[in-house]
T-cell receptor, first 111, second 115 residues
């Protein structure tokens, strides 16, 4: 299972774009990259998943370079309600069915 | 469409006791995974159930056991509780696809306090 490395914490202001980068140097060919968001005392919530290049949905974009050794979650125009912990996960069936969460990135959005 | 539900929401036990936590998956999902999340840490994978069998297990002792029923709901049992078992226990459900990392939908969790 590929290990992931993320910044421990980040600060931002309302209305700014936030980019959180995750390193996964040992990503396997069949691995996907998935990001979750978690608020205190709640379960993680799926944000976005991708395999390569760029994926965009209604809440975020995911940028994956050609070597796939890193990925960047982009949150456009954050608000106070985006203050949460963001987890980057890498895995797939080649690693079994485990899902390994790291420590995550604590994003704090200020007014 | 109900999402993943868990019961109870909170629970207080004493050391040595046994506890059973319950999870109902999202409609249409057939796979249930359980996680333990200590305060300030990421969720730690306990095990996953599919077709009523344990398909994968994390690094947890045998005191942690589970079950999946024909309706896909699941139970997590913890025996001989230790103070260190105090945590938020999360259930996640997914649809087994067989060809890519399955998106998991998490419940709100059960907060267990062991005294």
């Amino acid at each position: 299972l590929a290990k992931t490395t993320q910044p421990i914490s980040m600060d931002s202001y309302e209305g700014q774009e936030v980019n959180i980068t995750c390193s996964h140097n040992n990503i396997a060919t069949n691995d996907y990259i998935t990001w979750y968001q978690q608020f205190p005392s709640q379960g993680p919530r799926f944000i976005i998943q991708g395999y390569k290049t760029k994926v965009t949905n209604e809440v975020a974009s995911l940028f994956i370079p050609a070597d796939r050794k890193s990925s960047t979650l982009s949150l456009p125009r954050v608000s106070l309600s985006d203050t949460a912990v963001y987890y980057c996960l890498v895995g797939g069936l080649t690693g079994g069915f485990k899902t390994i969460f790291g420590a995550g990135t604590r994003l704090f959005v200020k007014a | 469409d109900a999402g993943v539900t868990q019961s109870p929401t909170h629970l207080i036990k004493t050391r040595g006791q046994q506890v059973t936590l319950r999870c109902s998956p999202k409609s249409g999902h057939d796979t249930v995974s359980w996680y333990q999340q200590a305060l300030g840490q990421g969720p730690q994978f306990i095990f996953q159930y599919y077709e009523e069998e344990e398909r994968q297990r994390g690094n947890f002792p045998d005191r942690f056991s589970g079950h999946q029923f024909p309706n896909y709901s699941s139970e997590l049992n913890v025996n001989a509780l230790l103070l260190g078992d105090s945590a938020l226990y999360l259930c996640a459900s997914s649809m087994s696809t067989g060809n890519y990392q399955e998106t998991q939908y998490f419940g709100p969790g059960t907060r267990l306090l062991v005294l």
